[in-house]
């Protein structure tokens, strides 16, 4: 069977669902299109809090798309009932003039402070006293300093990610769920796109399959886009700290002097745990063959490399723990483009681990770049030429 569509998103998560809800909403006739049931736990966009802040310390560039990102969530909560965006503050703690190299994160708090100072984003600048007194679950060496912003928080993955979906469907959109994209071949001005489903015959496509795109895509895609098997570790609370993690700020953390030196982490949403993580950016992954098994001797490993010393009395032993997966680019920012020989394929991110944030606003961007030709925010910073 056959079916022809304005437009067509492959792949669902937060860039895909987002990319639908906003094509969706301007009228046209779109499909999205999903090998899994999404929001679920096969790609990126799951486990429950994704960390959101305006003052953007991998690039400036970035700094639109999430100042519109909050903006929007705000709109779709209104539009759905929703409680999605969740303004509980962002810390990041790090030395001053750190040139450790990490990637897409390289003088990260510097550059954090100095994206707040340009866009006049409300934040302060903390001593190592001042992290300690107003949250005693941190400990920061005296030479480390906080950004706070205010305004950060958290985002509900599932949730966004639902909602979009929600909202995509009430607005028209039609969803093929559980079908696999087998190919994406140029067809007359369009493109066709065989599922294993049906065959979808549509006039521009949206490719934002994550982990996935570089085999579907094919070169220079398949070499460009790295999947690497990330884990996140759900960690008990000592009974002393219960009050100071439920009302914690969200964090980030770069230390020492190894790229692999930084973790992040989340308030306690239950009272009896927290969410942490680190990043992991060796080996590239077959996401179709990811190990979703977390031996406990990894998350004794993350306490070791990052929260002791730094986490006050955390007990160390996770109680539960859940594997997703980052596609990276070789500087670790984002892929928005054209595809470089069919212009009717648009390549969305991927996001290198720090996209689920812009999401809102990249599904803005992505509609207004197949419908009228142009996004409103400049997405030059993330052009495939660079990375060519």
């Given at each position: 069977?056959?079916?022809?569509?304005?437009?067509?998103?492959?792949g669902?998560?937060?860039?895909?669902?987002?990319?639908?809800?906003?094509?969706?909403?301007?009228?046209?006739?779109?499909?999205?299109?999903?090998?899994?049931?999404?929001?679920?736990?096969?790609?990126?966009?799951?486990?429950?809090?994704?960390?959101?802040?305006?003052?953007?310390?991998?690039?400036?560039?970035?700094?639109?798309?999430?100042?519109?990102s909050?903006?929007?969530?705000r709109?779709?909560?209104?539009?759905?009932?929703?409680?999605?965006?969740?303004?509980?503050?962002?810390?990041?703690i790090?030395?001053?003039?750190?040139?450790?190299?990490?990637?897409?994160?390289?003088?990260?708090?510097?550059?954090?402070?100095?994206?707040?100072?340009?866009?006049g984003?409300?934040?302060?600048?903390?001593?190592?006293?001042?992290?300690?007194?107003?949250?005693?679950?941190?400990?920061?060496?005296?030479?480390?300093?906080?950004?706070?912003?205010?305004?950060?928080?958290?985002?509900?993955?599932?949730?966004?990610?639902?909602?979009n979906?929600?909202?995509?469907?009430?607005?028209?959109?039609?969803?093929?769920?559980?079908?696999?994209?087998?190919?994406?071949?140029?067809?007359?001005?369009?493109?066709?796109?065989?599922?294993?489903?049906d065959?979808?015959?549509?006039?521009?496509v949206?490719?934002?399959?994550?982990?996935?795109?570089?085999?579907?895509?094919?070169?220079?895609?398949?070499?460009?886009?790295?999947?690497?098997?990330?884990?996140m570790?759900?960690?008990?609370?000592?009974?002393?700290?219960?009050?100071?993690?439920?009302?914690?700020?969200?964090?980030?953390?770069?230390?020492?002097?190894d790229?692999?030196?930084?973790?992040?982490?989340f308030?306690?949403?239950?009272?009896?745990?927290?969410?942490?993580?680190?990043e992991?950016?060796?080996?590239?992954?077959?996401?179709?063959?990811?190990?979703?098994?977390?031996?406990?001797?990894?998350?004794?490993?993350?306490?070791?490399?990052?929260?002791?010393?730094?986490?006050?009395?955390?007990?160390?032993?996770?109680?539960?723990?859940?594997?997703?997966?980052?596609?990276?680019?070789a500087?670790s920012?984002?892929?928005?483009?054209?595809?470089?020989?069919?212009?009717?394929?648009?390549?969305?991110?991927?996001?290198?681990?720090?996209?689920?944030?812009?999401?809102?606003?990249?599904?803005?961007?992505?509609?207004?770049?197949?419908?009228?030709?142009?996004?409103?925010?400049?997405?030059?910073?993330?052009?495939?030429?660079?990375?060519?």
């Open positions: 069977m056959t079916q022809s569509f304005d437009f067509a998103v492959v669902l998560g937060a860039m895909g669902s987002a990319s639908l809800y906003q094509l969706a909403r301007r009228g046209v006739r779109v499909v999205g299109i999903d090998r899994f049931e999404p929001p679920h736990n096969q790609g990126s966009s799951h486990g429950e809090t994704r960390i959101t802040r305006r003052g953007i310390g991998e690039g400036e560039a970035y700094v639109p798309l999430a100042m519109r909050h903006e929007l969530w709109e779709i909560e209104a539009e759905t009932g929703a409680a999605l965006l969740h303004e509980i503050g962002s810390l990041i790090a030395r001053p003039g750190d040139m450790v190299e990490r990637p897409g994160r390289t003088a990260f708090i510097d550059r954090s402070i100095k994206a707040a100072q340009h866009y984003i409300e934040h302060e600048v903390l001593s190592a006293d001042e992290i300690r007194s107003r949250h005693p679950h941190f400990t920061p060496q005296d030479d480390e300093i906080g950004y706070f912003e205010p305004g950060g928080g958290y985002l509900n993955v599932e949730g966004c990610v639902g909602a979906l929600d909202l995509a469907v009430r607005h028209g959109a039609i969803t093929m769920l559980g079908a696999e994209v087998l190919s994406i071949v140029p067809d007359g001005d369009g493109v066709r796109i065989t599922t294993t489903a065959t979808i015959l549509a006039g521009q949206a490719v934002s399959a994550g982990a996935w795109a570089g085999q579907l895509l094919g070169e220079p895609f398949s070499s460009i886009l790295k999947p690497t098997r990330q884990v570790h759900w960690y008990e609370i000592d009974p002393a700290l219960t009050q100071a993690w439920a009302g914690s700020p969200v964090f980030m953390w770069p230390h020492g002097e790229g692999d030196g930084f973790f992040y982490g308030p306690s949403l239950d009272g009896a745990t927290f969410k942490t993580a680190d992991y950016y060796g080996a590239a992954s077959d996401p179709d063959a990811i190990d979703r098994v977390v031996p406990a001797a990894d998350s004794a490993r993350m306490h070791a490399a990052h929260l002791a010393g730094r986490l006050a009395h955390v007990v160390p032993r996770a109680v539960r723990t859940a594997t997703c997966i980052y596609t990276a680019t500087d920012a984002f892929l928005i483009d054209r595809h470089p020989v069919y212009a009717s394929i648009l390549v969305v991110s991927p996001c290198s681990g720090h996209g689920f944030k812009h999401s809102a606003a990249i599904g803005e961007a992505v509609a207004q770049t197949l419908v009228d030709g142009q996004s409103k925010i400049d997405l030059s910073a993330f052009a495939l030429g660079r990375l060519l």
